[in-house]
């Protein structure tokens, strides 16, 4: 598939595809559940096989969801769970880490992420993200919400730079992080992971929707203003990005903005539409 052949490679050598699948909110809502499982399954054959859940959302329930549409495929799919902050201290990370286990019915994950930066200090979750990795409850860890000076320091914490990627809010109508935290990302040899890369809903997605050049440019090549917005966010192979879709519809739409190569031009003229930001603004979060 087009999401297959576009990959990004993790700093440990692993590739994994540039579009994978979110899920906050699946399973919350028990009628649609057989439906989300579905659209999840879907993406996985289509090559989507980053999953990204966390304890968070539902309180388990999408984590349990995420388990049942893996049953019997679980090593088609990359996995991804997060850890709540105020559970990321050494005596409550290797609970929370089992305790999501269990809900997604799996031995191990393929990557662990900490939330947000929380009071527990770096150092700590560190070490015990690392306990983790060695028990083989984790094969990778990394972190979310992190800006510039988060990672920096980070970097100067034991083992730190053991951290395999950042997952934060990135789409083209919220580009702060082109300033600062994707170069040093960059320089790094991180890869980010964009979250609300078809920005989520609400008055940003309205924006984008309706902007001349985008839908000029979804014109030129046939698909939907959103399909564009996809194709922009994993234009430069090192960003994953992990739209939510609970749609079989939207599944495949946003499989195949994969196949889409935004020219040099359609760049340009997105950049004018969506300027870059010329000065350091803070992490944009949800
Ligand atoms: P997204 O930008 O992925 O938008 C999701 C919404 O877009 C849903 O309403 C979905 O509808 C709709 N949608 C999906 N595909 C299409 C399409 N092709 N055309 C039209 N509409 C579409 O927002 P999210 O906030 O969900 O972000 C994605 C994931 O990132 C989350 O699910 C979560 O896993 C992760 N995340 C992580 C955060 C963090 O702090 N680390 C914070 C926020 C998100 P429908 O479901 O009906 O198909």
């Given at each position: 598939?087009?999401?297959?052949?576009?990959?990004?490679?993790?700093?440990?050598?692993?590739?994994?595809?540039?579009?994978?699948?979110?899920?906050?909110?699946?399973?919350?809502?028990?009628?649609?559940?057989?439906?989300?499982?579905?659209?999840?399954?879907?993406?996985?054959?289509?090559?989507?096989?980053?999953?990204?859940?966390?304890?968070?959302?539902?309180?388990?329930?999408?984590?349990?969801?995420?388990?049942?549409?893996?049953?019997?495929?679980?090593?088609?799919?990359?996995?991804?769970?997060?850890?709540?902050?105020?559970?990321?201290?050494?005596?409550?990370?290797?609970?929370?880490?089992?305790?999501?286990?269990?809900?997604?019915?799996?031995?191990?994950?393929?990557?662990?992420?900490?939330?947000?930066?929380?009071?527990?200090?770096?150092?700590?979750?560190?070490?015990?993200?690392?306990?983790?990795?060695?028990?083989?409850?984790?094969?990778?860890?990394?972190?979310?919400?992190?800006?510039?000076?988060?990672?920096?320091?980070?970097?100067?914490?034991?083992?730190?730079?053991?951290?395999?990627?950042?997952?934060?809010?990135?789409?083209?109508?919220?580009?702060?992080?082109?300033?600062?935290?994707?170069?040093?990302?960059?320089?790094?040899?991180?890869?980010?992971?964009?979250?609300?890369?078809?920005?989520?809903?609400?008055?940003?997605?309205?924006q984008l929707?309706t902007d001349p050049t985008v839908?000029?440019?979804?014109?030129?090549?046939?698909?939907?203003?959103?399909?564009?917005?996809?194709?922009?966010?994993?234009?430069?192979?090192?960003?994953?990005?992990?739209?939510?879709?609970?749609?079989?519809?939207?599944?495949?739409?946003?499989?195949?903005?994969?196949?889409?190569?935004?020219?040099?031009?359609?760049?340009?003229?997105?950049?004018?539409a969506?300027?870059?930001?010329?000065?350091?603004?803070?992490?944009?979060?949800?």
């Amino acid at each position: 598939s087009h999401v297959e052949k576009r990959v990004v490679k993790l700093p440990d050598g692993t590739t994994v595809p540039c579009i994978g699948q979110g899920t906050w909110y699946m399973g919350d809502k028990p009628q649609e559940k057989a439906k989300e499982i579905k659209a999840l399954q879907l993406g996985i054959e289509l090559g989507m096989k980053v999953i990204d859940t966390a304890e968070m959302y539902g309180n388990g329930a999408s984590e349990r969801l995420v388990g049942e549409a893996i049953k019997g495929r679980r090593d088609d799919v990359f996995l991804v769970s997060k850890v709540y902050p105020h559970n990321a201290g050494l005596d409550k990370i290797s609970v929370a880490c089992e305790n999501s286990l269990k809900q997604l019915g799996t031995d191990y994950l393929d990557l662990y992420l900490l939330h947000w930066r929380g009071r527990i200090p770096l150092e700590e979750t560190i070490e015990g993200m690392e306990k983790l990795r060695k028990e083989g409850k984790i094969l990778r860890w990394g972190v979310s919400n992190f800006d510039t000076e988060d990672m920096e320091e980070l970097w100067n914490t034991l083992n730190g730079s053991n951290c395999a990627t950042n997952q934060v809010l990135y789409h083209i109508g919220s580009r702060g992080i082109d300033f600062d935290l994707l170069p040093w990302h960059r320089e790094h040899h991180i890869p980010i992971m964009a979250y609300s890369p078809l920005a989520q809903g609400g008055t940003l997605r309205k924006q984008l929707l309706t902007d001349p050049t985008v839908n000029e440019i979804a014109k030129k090549y046939n698909v939907k203003p959103l399909q564009i917005a996809l194709a922009w966010t994993i234009r430069t192979n090192d960003v994953i990005a992990i739209p939510k879709a609970g749609q079989e519809q939207h599944v495949l739409e946003n499989a195949e903005a994969a196949a889409i190569e935004l020219t040099q031009e359609d760049l340009n003229r997105l950049d004018e539409a969506f300027p870059k930001p010329r000065k350091k603004v803070p992490l944009d979060i949800i």
